[in-house]
């Protein structure tokens, strides 16, 4: 099973600010990588799909880079909005279609 | 619009079963492959179940594999987790998930429900 570890574990930054989130594979997934972000209470939001396809809807400062086992989410200039916790999942080795275990993103 | 509204979840002993429930509307149903995921409180997302649109294809996580059974109503626009010999560490919030459908291996989670909670406990 591929392990995906995220980095850091809790981002502090203030809006306006560059966001760049970690997410590394425990071996390649080529670019079958996808981001999400879920606020309290609220279900995951798919962002970014195959590394860098932003989903449906999300706004052009969420971008995703990377392939095999290394990849970045950046949030360019963060909105208020934007604070909350962002998940990487694979889908290359499937099933299981393994999460990481999250970034908090947080208003310092 | 999308929808998808889960339910059926609610406090049960260890041992015990109880199904969940996920009515889809605003998509054809029967077109797209669907998943459970939960997630345990204050923790991460955990993949659950996934089934094919015609149901012909089912996979489970190792942790649920032999005690849940994901099943689908295409005539009904509905998914089902029917989950027995429920344990504490099954305790979480349990949510539906249609697939991106996109090519390639595997899934993408584009739509999700608001999640039923789970609770196992004596």
């Known amino acids: 099973e591929i392990v995906l570890t995220q980095s850091p574990a809790t981002l502090s930054l203030s809006p306006g600010e560059r966001a760049t989130l970690s997410c590394r594979a425990s071996q390649s997934v080529s670019s079958y990588l996808a981001w999400y972000q879920q606020k309290p209470g609220q279900a995951p939001r798919l962002l970014i799909y195959?590394?860098?396809n932003r989903a449906t809807g999300i706004p052009a400062r969420f971008s995703g880079s990377g392939s095999g086992t290394d990849f970045t989410l950046t949030i360019s200039s963060l909105e208020p909005e934007d604070f909350a916790v962002y998940y990487c999942?694979?889908?290359?080795?499937?099933?299981?279609?393994?999460f990481g275990q999250g970034t908090k993103l947080e208003i310092k | 619009q999308v929808q998808l509204v889960e339910s059926g979840g609610g406090l049960v002993k260890p041992g015990g079963s109880l199904r969940l429930s996920c009515a889809a509307s605003?998509?054809?149903?029967?077109?797209?492959?669907m998943s459970w995921i939960r997630q345990a409180p204050g923790k991460g997302l955990e993949w659950v179940s996934y089934i094919s649109s015609s149901g012909s294809t089912i996979y489970y996580a190792d942790s649920v594999k032999g005690r849940f059974t994901i099943s689908r109503d295409n005539a009904k626009n509905s998914l089902y987790l029917q989950m027995n010999s429920l344990r504490a560490e099954d305790t979480a919030v349990y949510y539906c998930?249609?697939?991106?459908?996109?090519?390639?291996?595997?899934?993408?989670?584009?739509?999700w429900g608001q999640g039923t909670l789970v609770t196992v406990s004596s």
């Open positions: 999942q694979q889908r290359s080795n499937w099933p299981p279609g393994t």
């Open positions: 195959d590394a860098s």
């Open positions: 605003g998509f054809t149903f029967s077109d797209y492959y």
């Open positions: 998930a249609r697939d991106l459908r996109i090519a390639g291996r595997g899934v993408y989670f584009d739509y």
